[in-house]
T-cell receptor
């Protein structure tokens, strides 16, 4: 039972354009969502998070949108840079950042 | 952000031996740490939650006698893979909960690649 789904295994975007990564969840008890960036053979790096009381959180080039009714969140990166090329995981949790449930990841490639 | 370290980064061992992996929170205290494993091209799967001073809580399907977890202090948790076999070969990652902008966030270590021959 995949509670957190990232349906796009890969995404290719031109440098300077907007990257939009999507994530869907099924458990309505999730109240905290996070996005992580991961390079091969490294641990995930925290990017941005959002709690269920908000519908948007912005940090520099990264913005996360949460649509609770649709159980959907997205990560927007603008402008996209070559260094953004990595695998992006969304994660969800109940009661803060305890016991994260991860999606399958989306490999983002930024083309020059 | 908070820093979490893991040691070793890479280990190769013979089948039947035990391997210990350390996870440290370097600039903050973590009452709770988590252990994940990741198979190639798959997501991170939570193995267990490690609580300082008490027994770890294991996820369904994870053998507690095979994956021994000790959380002896607020900055150190260890995972010991006992009697390792080739199917235990994986990427093991720990995380610790810290504060980011007033909100709790999990920070991950760099991971440990285990290869059992």
């Amino acid at each position: 039972d995949q509670q957190v789904k990232q349906n796009s295994p890969s995404l290719s975007v031109q440098e300077g354009r907007i990257s939009i990564l999507n994530c869907d969840y099924t458990n309505s008890m999730f109240d905290y969502f996070l996005w992580y960036k991961k390079y091969p053979a490294e641990g995930p790096t925290f990017l941005i998070s959002i709690s269920s009381i908000k519908d948007k959180n912005e940090d520099g080039r990264f913005t996360v949108f949460l649509n609770k009714s649709a159980k959907h969140l997205s990560l927007h990166i603008v402008p996209s840079q070559p260094g953004d090329s990595a695998v992006y995981f969304c994660a969800a949790a109940t009661q803060g950042a305890q016991k994260l449930v991860f999606g399958q990841g989306t490999r983002l490639t930024i083309n020059p | 952000g908070a820093v979490v370290s893991q040691h070793p980064s890479r280990v190769i061992c013979k089948s039947g031996t035990s391997v210990k992996i350390e996870c440290r929170s370097l600039d903050f205290q973590a009452t709770t740490m988590f252990w994940y494993r990741q198979f190639p091209k798959q997501s991170l799967m939570l193995m267990a939650t490690s609580n300082e001073g008490s027994k770890a809580t294991y996820e369904q399907g994870v053998e507690k006698d095979k994956f021994l977890i000790n959380h002896a202090s607020l900055t150190l948790s260890t995972l010991t893979v006992t009697s390792a076999h080739p199917e235990d070969s994986s990427f093991y990652i720990c995380s610790a909960t810290g504060l980011a902008g007033g909100q709790e966030t999990q920070y991950f270590g760099p991971g440990t690649r285990l290869l059992v021959l």
